[in-house]
């Protein structure tokens, strides 16, 4: 995928005010509309040139865009960083569907705002009525918080439009209580910290949509969480009964004789907690002593003839 850069797009600067970014939009929009210019590429042109002020011209695009596009050069490969867009604060409840009917996003746009570009509806919705519009953000929260809940406080940037035009970010501070049991991809909703209401109206309500950090030893799949469990040759031929670290302590897992690498032991109920319990998966892996003494290499070449039959690549 080619990054795109929706400010040379539109021929203005990265420090154009809103105003500057919807002048040029509407000079090149009517320069290039398919009925109107003979160019021959005055379709894809005028294609790319929606694309570009859809995210300019929303000063949550631009600012998320901006946070993360500024070290990247027109045409250069590029992949979204994982979860790139978190702790920006985007209006909507995050699971708006469908886009507007006449805009035809690039691959490279649905990488980016597959989510937060959904929002069109509900905003023109919001506008009829006077309760506060609900927003949306995701989180990043440690896994071990699912396990035993707790108590967090969580930074959010928004982006607001400056006196002068310009898209500057904001940021709010929030105590949020992280619910014991709850899994990547899930909402917490705070009644209230949405946008303002109107009129003596009651706020909009915000909602949270929870990924993990990941983790330097465990791996996760909605409940379940796994992780890689190194053994020791002879703990995997002959079995043997180890420690295994979890998000809630250690457990004692008994591996069975003839354990081969990437082998799944279970502990049930060791996952993350639900209604039922996720599992805890250890993934099993041979870990090979060095060669690095004389009696090490003696034992190597006394295990090479014991083992004089064996086959590793049959």
């Known amino acids: 995928m080619k990054f795109k850069d929706y400010y040379a797009t539109l021929g203005v ?16 929009a009517r320069k290039y509309h398919p009925d109107v210019s003979k160019l021959p590429d005055a379709e894809a042109r005028f294609k790319d040139i929606n694309e570009a002020n859809e995210v300019l011209h929303d000063p949550e695009k631009r600012a ?36 507007a009917p006449d805009f035809d996003a690039s691959d490279f746009f649905e990488a980016l705002f597959g989510r937060q570009a959904r929002q069109a509806g509900g905003r023109a919705r919001a506008a009829r009525q006077a309760s506060g519009e609900d927003h949306h953000a995701k989180v990043l929260i440690d896994l071990e918080d699912a396990y035993r809940a707790a108590q967090r406080s969580i ?5 607001v439009v400056d ?8 940021e709010r501070h929030l105590d949020v209580n992280i ?7 899930q909402h917490l909703r705070l009644a209230g910290q949405g946008g303002p209401g109107f009129g003596g109206a009651p706020n909009g309500d915000l909602f949270l949509e929870i990924e993990f950090n990941p983790h330097p030893r465990y791996r996760v799949d909605g409940k379940d969480v796994y992780l890689d469990l190194p053994l020791a040759p002879w703990e995997a031929a002959l079995g043997a009964t180890v420690d295994v670290p979890t998000p809630e302590g250690e457990v004692q ?25 996720g599992d805890l998966y250890a993934v099993l892996s041979i870990a090979l002593p ?16 014991a083992f004089d039959g064996f086959h590793p690549r049959p």
Do not use: C, N
């Open 155 to 159: 930074a959010l940037r928004v982006p």
């Open 163 to 170: 006196p002068q035009g310009h898209v500057v970010l904001e």
């Open 13 to 28: 600067e990265r420090s154009a005010t809103q105003d500057e970014i919807k002048k040029a939009y509407r000079k090149l």
């Open 64 to 99: 998320a865009y901006d946070q993360m596009g500024s070290q990247y050069r027109a045409g250069q490969d590029f992949q979204p960083p994982p979860d790139w867009d978190a702790g920006f604060e985007f209006r909507g409840r995050g699971d708006d569907a469908g886009a």
């Open 253 to 277: 897992l008994t591996v069975p004789p003839g354990s081969a690498a990437g082998r799944k032991l279970r502990l049930k109920g060791k996952g993350i907690p639900s209604q039922p319990p």
């Open 179 to 185: 619910p014991k049991g709850i899994r990547a991809g």
């Open 290 to 305: 060095p060669a690095d003494t004389p009696r090490a290499r003696e034992a190597y070449a006394a295990m090479a003839k």
